[in-house]
């Protein structure tokens, strides 16, 4: 069965530093997003990208973050300085269509330190 | 601004019984809703959805339920099984003009 693919599982960096973090959707789907989870808190909306460029992004995603689809099957996520409090798991979710269920990763734990 | 909430942050059943998580929204322009269920360390998984032109869409073991008039949903599952036990969120949006928003969750124990 087809899967979103997230990678590296965990990433710990040092504050300050730049983390991309790479997600492989599903082959066929059209629309890409970024979620994260903060520990104990809801799940969030950073971004959604489709026909390579932003369709929507939150208010989380400010200028230190931004997302690439470099070769057609990859989906970045970087954060260019990061912050402590942008430890959380960070979920890629495709979707076939803009109005159907996404599917998610298995998420990249980021901690920062 | 709370827009999906699910107010039971935990929820246990025997096995064998229902489960029935609630899910309420406050903007009236979501007309689709999904829950998600979640194991620790791993993503969300697509558990059901259901759109706003229908009132209620069954899967097996579960069932979602959509009341418009009250913006309520919840998701059914009976039986209940102990691999039923993770948290469930539920998430709307609109048409797909709107990324999917989520509720906190709800952990499901369900109890051999």
């Known amino acids: 069965e087809p899967e979103v693919t997230q990678t590296p599982s965990h990433q710990v960096t040092q504050m300050g530093q730049e983390v991309i973090l790479r997600c492989v959707p599903i082959?066929?789907?059209?629309?890409f997003y970024w979620y994260r989870q903060i520990l104990g808190q809801k799940v969030e909306f950073l971004v959604s990208?489709?026909?390579?460029?932003?369709?929507?992004k939150s208010e989380i995603f400010d200028d230190q973050f931004s997302v690439e689809r470099p070769d057609g099957s990859n989906f970045t996520l970087k954060i260019r300085s990061t912050k402590l409090e942008d430890s959380a798991m960070y979920f890629c979710?495709?979707?076939?269509?803009?109005?159907?269920?996404?599917?998610f990763g298995q998420g990249t734990r980021l901690t920062v330190v | 601004d709370q827009q999906v909430k699910q107010n039971s942050p935990s929820l246990s059943v025997q096995e064998g019984r229902i489960s029935i998580l609630n899910c309420d929204y406050t903007?009236?322009?979501?007309?689709?809703f999904l829950w998600y269920k979640k194991y620790p360390a791993e993503g969300p998984t697509f558990l059901i959805s259901?759109?706003?032109?229908?009132d209620k869409n069954e899967d097996g073991r579960f069932t979602v339920f959509l009341n418009k008039s009250a913006k309520h949903l919840s998701l059914h599952i009976v039986p209940s099984q102990p691999g039923d036990s993770a948290v469930y969120f539920c998430?709307?949006?609109?048409?797909?003009?709107?990324?999917?928003?989520f509720g906190k969750g709800t952990r499901l124990s369900v109890i051999a």
């Open positions: 979710a495709s979707a076939a269509e803009s109005n159907t269920e996404a599917f």
């Open positions: 082959s066929n789907h059209l629309y």
């Open positions: 990208f489709y026909n390579n460029e932003i369709s929507e």
């Open positions: 903007n009236s322009m979501f007309d689709y």
């Open positions: 259901i759109s706003s032109i229908k």
């Open positions: 998430a709307a949006s609109d048409l797909g003009n709107t990324p999917l928003v």
